[in-house]
């Protein structure tokens, strides 16, 4: 977690944002954003205000995504055995 910290701080950095700025254009208080660079601690929606902000949210929206197979033939396509997408957990 320190290192996604560390690369929020650096894109703060070369969009030549204080801490303050950042603070003051996202939402998230100053404390918040002190903490989240010093100790890695932030809330998931305090994280995705300042992603707004340094233009990163997509990355974020990327992380659920299924991966499409790309097959180079039919044969290829064939030989999988992928199980079918589920569309409900068995466990409670």
């Given at each position: 977690?320190?290192?996604?910290?560390?690369?929020?701080?650096?894109?703060?950095?070369?969009?030549?944002?204080?801490?303050?700025?950042?603070?003051?254009?996202?939402?998230?208080?100053?404390?918040?954003?002190?903490?989240?660079?010093?100790?890695?601690?932030?809330?998931?929606?305090?994280?995705?205000?300042?992603?707004?902000?340094?233009?990163?949210?997509?990355?974020?929206?990327?992380?659920?995504?299924t991966?499409?197979?790309?097959?180079?033939?039919?044969?290829?396509?064939?030989?999988?055995?992928e199980?079918?997408?589920?569309?409900?957990?068995?466990?409670?």
């Amino acid at each position: 977690m320190q290192h996604l910290a560390e690369n929020f701080k650096q894109k703060r950095l070369a969009l030549n944002l204080t801490q303050e700025g950042l603070a003051s254009k996202s939402g998230v208080s100053l404390g918040s954003l002190k903490r989240f660079e010093n100790s890695s601690q932030i809330s998931l929606e305090s994280l995705l205000k300042l992603s707004v902000v340094l233009g990163c949210l997509d990355d974020f929206m990327n992380i659920t995504k299924t991966k499409e197979n790309s097959f180079s033939s039919l044969d290829e396509l064939l030989q999988t055995k992928e199980k079918p997408l589920k569309k409900r957990g068995k466990l409670k």
